[in-house]
């Protein structure tokens, strides 16, 4: 025979152990039940369900499955709970038009980021002053443009020499004066003088100033000079013309009038150039000198003064002068030497195309 002894205060024991069971989050898998079938309400971490009683124990937490929708910078999906955690968010691959330099493509979002814009390979229409052509374009890079290019720049300059007895030349002032001439050229592309007949610090009227840049017998005498531009060894995107001696007619035209050289003349020189952005000028010399870009004055060095340099960035003023991306443009340099002792004239630029075409 069998005997069950419960001793004293076991029977609360078991309650104890069955209702802490019943109580908590989540219930125990193989928990100790009573009644067969029997069910009760259960949490599985996600959502409120039912667990069974088979054989003595509960089983697991049955429950719905739990899903919320999310978003990521592909779009919308919706991710799923599962043991009480969410995974991640799942969101279908979206595609999204897309552009860059070679034309029109389409780029794809999967796993929360978005690809690179997939343009086909194409061939593109370019050109330059000279011409038009093609040129091949392959994952968002351009490559060589096969139209006729312009020669090696070379700006033909007009130099016209003055006595040194002009009123404007070899005077006993001097300083930068800036604003000599009205910021647009004339109709005739040469620079307005400011100020009518009553002068400034460094010139003497309209009258004297309006003989600078244009033939006028027994004031001045004509030539022309090459301003051949060379590419920088130090960098290729770069052309140049520098020289801290700069007299071009020395000897030439009213001669050096008892001088070294040759001090008193003015220069004008101009070309023509295709706008593709990112060009920049720079001018460093004595003494004025005023550049125009598409009619308009972007520096202006103006005076009797010692070397002074200014420089522009085409993008940044573009919008100001009427500047296209692919537009044809004029550039018009004006220059005046007009003291002794020294001629400094100095350009600096990636403006392309300055030279004539073939």
């Known amino acids: 025979m069998i005997r069950l002894v419960i001793r004293p205060g076991l029977p609360l ?3 104890l152990l069955t209702s802490a069971c019943g109580s908590r989050t989540g219930l125990d898998v193989n928990a ?3 009644v067969a079938g029997e069910t009760r309400p259960c949490f599985d971490g996600c959502a409120s369900g039912l667990q069974t009683c088979d054989s003595g124990v509960w089983l697991e937490c049955v429950a719905p499955v739990v899903k919320e929708a999310c978003s990521d910078v592909c779009g919308t999906g919706e991710r799923t709970c599962v043991q009480g955690t969410f995974g991640a968010c799942v969101v279908p691959p979206s595609q999204r038009p897309c552009e860059n330099v070679c034309g029109i493509g389409i780029e794809t ?4 980021a978005w690809s690179a814009c997939e343009v086909p390979d194409t061939i593109l229409p370019c050109s330059s002053k000279c011409g038009d052509g093609t040129q091949p374009c392959s994952s968002g890079v351009l490559g060589a443009c096969n139209a006729p290019q312009p020669l090696p720049p070379v700006l033909e300059a007009t130099v016209r020499d003055f006595l040194a007895s002009h009123p ?5 002032e001097g300083r930068t004066e800036r604003g000599l001439v009205l910021p647009e050229l004339g109709d005739d592309d040469k620079p307005v003088y400011a100020h009518g007949t009553q002068g400034t610090f460094t010139t003497s009227g309209e009258a004297a100033f309006d003989q600078w840049y244009r033939d006028v017998p027994g004031v001045n005498q004509t030539t022309t000079v090459p301003l051949p531009l060379l590419r920088s060894a130090r ?5 140049l013309f520098n020289s801290a001696a700069f007299f071009p007619i020395d000897g030439d035209l009213f001669g050096n009038e008892g001088n070294v050289h040759n001090y008193h003349f003015t220069l004008e020189a101009s070309g023509t150039f295709l706008y593709q952005g990112g060009e920049r000028f720079r001018f460093l010399g ?5 550049v125009f870009i598409n009619r308009t004055l972007v520096i202006d060095l103006g005076g009797l003064h010692q070397s002074l340099s200014q420089e522009v960035y085409l993008d940044g003023i573009a ?3 009427g500047l296209e991306l692919g537009g044809l443009y004029p550039l018009h340099i004006f220059f005046a030497e007009r003291k002794t002792l020294a001629s400094n004239f100095n350009i600096e630029t990636s403006i392309e195309g300055l030279g004539d075409c073939p």
């Open 13 to 15: 024991l078991f309650g």
């Open 32 to 34: 100790v039940c009573g």
């Open 109 to 112: 979002c999967e796993n929360a």
């Open 168 to 172: 404007d030349m070899e005077r006993e």
């Open 235 to 239: 960098d290729e995107r770069l052309y």
């Open 286 to 290: 004595d003494d004025d000198v005023f």
């Open 319 to 321: 919008p100001k002068i």
